[in-house]
Nanobody, 116 residues
């Protein structure tokens, strides 16, 4: 099965930056759409960013201008660059990949904590 492994989470101060990484195995990576979601206790998981094989991107309004999703097809890895972090960005972040209308695959989650 497809496997996704995340890394890059941690504890930062407001205004600082982090880059999350997601390594994807056993797929033709360049054909997959890729996404980052986040979830906090007691709330539903929300989409943060998404990118298609053609490079089209979408971001939730709260991160526009601060977060950037990108992919490196040669490394089968994609990223979420998070700049100017806010306390509201604190969450467990999950990477995800899907091909067309097929099942979505998920990473294990990585914690991001932004403190004031």
């Amino acid at each position: 099965q497809v496997r996704l492994v995340e890394s890059g989470g941690g504890l930062v101060q407001v205004g600082e930056s982090l880059r999350l990484s997601c390594a994807v195995s056993r797929v033709t990576f360049s054909l997959y759409s890729l996404a980052w979601y986040r979830q906090v206790p007691g709330k539903e998981r929300e989409l943060v960013a998404n990118t298609t094989p053609g490079g089209r991107t979408i971001y939730t309004d709260s991160v526009k201008g601060r977060f950037t999703i990108s992919r490196d097809n040669a490394k089968n890895t994609f990223y979420l660059q998070m700049d100017n972090l806010r306390t509201e960005d604190t969450a467990v972040y999950y990477c995800s990949a899907y091909l067309g209308s097929t099942a979505r695959y998920w990473g294990q989650g990585t914690e991001v904590t932004v403190s004031s």
